[in-house]
């Protein structure tokens, strides 16, 4: 079970240009667990509270968001805990873990940018990079076992189990880029050439095709950001003001699954909304 409370506050600012916003919000979420299996810590019935403050500068000059032909938006965002450990005499290598982890402690950063160029008529070319890392304050506390990323399918999210990130990359299965509980660190990039087959405002409809790559690492010291897995796929959007968008992806992954020696192939992939 989950409990959250979220009190935010955002403001247009006008330098450098009248495109940037600031957005400001406190967060409050207890993780309740029962039978709850990981192999991040010791107990299956107990409790974790998240308490965080999160600020996002945001640019955002893109004017149709259903079909841009140009503009760009980027993100930047850090999240913060009290680095309770860091104020505290208690000797965490010792402690328990429903104790280490009754309140979380870390700092998680993320970037993302985007740009659309019309290259002919309504040809566009989108281009996408993104970033995350979580860390922790103490080492004798480590990262935390929630709000980690996982890598790889559709990146619908829907329910949030634990606080977790998905992070989409078509031509593989989902969540099968990272460790089964996550990482704390990836990066994905994303090239895409869409062309309209209908560009009616109640029935927007266009065909695409992209070239992706990103991987996901446990480590800082191991992060490497041009070995990733590649993939390239075809790919239809449909706009219906219903239901916003809906797409259907066929995405061909060219390397190994972590854990297979087997490429990934083909994958099918269903989305909703605006998730790649």
């Given at each position: 079970k989950i409990i959250g409370l979220s009190i935010g506050l955002g403001k247009r600012v006008k330098?450098?240009?009248?495109?940037?916003?600031?957005?400001?919000?406190?967060?409050i979420n207890r993780y309740q667990l029962e039978d709850y299996q990981t192999s991040l810590f010791d107990f299956s019935d107990g409790y974790s509270n998240n308490i965080n403050y999160s600020i996002s500068i945001n640019r955002n000059s893109v004017f149709n968001p259903i079909y841009p032909r140009y503009g760009s938006r980027f993100t930047i965002n850090l999240e913060l805990t009290p680095?309770?450990?860091?104020?505290?005499?208690?000797?965490?290598?010792?402690?328990g873990d429903q104790e280490k982890f009754k309140f979380l402690e870390y700092k998680k950063f993320k970037a993302k940018g985007t740009w659309f160029n019309?290259?002919?008529?309504?040809l566009v070319l989108k281009t996408?990079?993104?970033?995350?890392?979580?860390?922790?304050y103490n080492k004798e506390v480590g990262i935390p076992p929630f709000e980690r990323f996982f890598v790889g399918g559709d990146g619908l999210s829907g329910y949030s189990l634990d606080g977790r990130e998905l992070i989409s990359l078509r031509g593989y299965p989902n969540s099968s880029l990272s460790e089964n509980d996550g990482a704390p660190l990836y990066s994905k990039y994303n090239l895409e050439l869409r062309y309209p087959i209908s560009l009616n405002p109640n029935s927007t409809i266009y065909m695409l095709c992209f070239a992706e790559a990103g991987n996901a690492w446990m480590d800082i010291n191991d992060f490497k950001p041009?070995?990733?897995?590649?993939?390239?796929?075809l790919g239809l959007r449909i706009f219906?003001?219903?239901?916003?968008?809906?797409?259907?992806?066929f995405g061909h992954g060219f390397d190994n699954i972590p854990g297979s020696n087997v490429k990934s192939g083909w994958q099918t992939h269903f989305t909703i909304g605006q998730q790649f």
């Open positions: 330098w450098p240009d009248d495109y940037f916003t600031i957005q400001n919000s406190f967060n680095p309770y450990s860091l104020f505290s005499d208690k000797d965490y290598s010792t402690m019309a290259l002919l008529g309504d996408h990079f993104e970033f995350g890392f979580l860390s922790a041009f070995e990733v897995k590649r993939s390239l796929g219906m003001p219903m239901f916003g968008i809906l797409g259907v992806d």
